[in-house]
Structure formats: C-alpha cells, structure tokens
C-alpha cells in the first residue's frame, strides 16, 4: 500500500526479502524507498510482515519496544498519513513517525504465504488419497 500523499510518483511494489529505507518523500510524507532508487516510493500491501532495524530510540521507549523487531504493515483509520506498522506488542504508529533512514525487509509477500504451506498440505493430501485407494483395491 501507498499513502494517498505518494499516489503522484511513479512506484513498485515491494519484493521478498528486499531491503528498504523510510525515506521523506517531496510531498512530506514518509514511505519505503529502495537503497540505490530513493525517489521511487515502494509499495507494500496491508497485512506484510516486515522486519524493522534501527528504531529511534524516543520510538523504543515511547512504544515499549527494541531496536529491532518484527511487525505488520497497516492502514491506520485516523490521521493524515495511513500507512503504519503494528508491532508484535500491539503498539501501531504511521511510518512518519518512525522518521527516515530505518531499515524495513519484507520478510513475507502475502501472494506467497500460501506457497508456503501448500506443498506439505498436499503432500498429506496425497498420502490420505493413497491410503484410501489402497484400502479400496484390498476389500
């Protein structure tokens, strides 16, 4: 997701595993940016798990949380910027409050979280299939 504040550059969506920076954005808001590619916003969907390092100090101690730590990007329902990160403790702030030059990876696109668990499922599945046909021939 992009805040509405980004929606006149040209953007791309986030990749797995991909590193980010929070970067200040001419229009004033905050959003990620590759290294190598700052003027070109990248746009993350609600719900990504994403790994944060290099938290502000003031954010850590405001919030409760470390240096580093995982959370979800969100779509905040108040303020003037929407996008936000929720952090495991339950803490969500906008991205402009976290500042610029924090370290962001997408630890997981939402396309392929399903992926994952998929070939074990059908592997068990299978196995399942299998064993019924078995029984099926032997009776």
Not at 76 to 85: A, H
Not at 103 to 113: I, K, M, P, Q, S
Request: with cysteine; aromatic share 6%; proline share 5%.
């Amino acid at each position: 997701m992009c805040d509405y504040s980004l929606e006149a550059y040209r953007t791309r969506p986030a990749r797995e595993g991909e590193r980010y920076v929070t970067t200040r954005f001419n229009s004033g808001s905050i959003g990620l940016s590759a290294p190598g590619d700052v003027m070109t916003p990248v746009c993350v969907a609600c719900d990504t798990p994403l790994h944060i390092e290099g938290i502000p100090a003031h954010v850590q101690a405001r919030l409760g949380i470390g240096a580093v730590e995982d959370a979800t990007l969100v779509h905040l329902d108040q303020g003037s910027f929407r996008d936000g990160v929720r952090f495991e403790n339950g803490a969500a702030i906008p991205l402009q409050q976290l500042g610029t030059g924090v370290g962001v990876t997408v630890t997981a696109l939402l396309e392929n979280a399903g992926r994952i668990e998929r070939p074990a499922e059908r592997k068990r599945e299978r196995r399942q299939t299998v064993g019924l046909f078995a029984r099926w021939i032997a009776d």
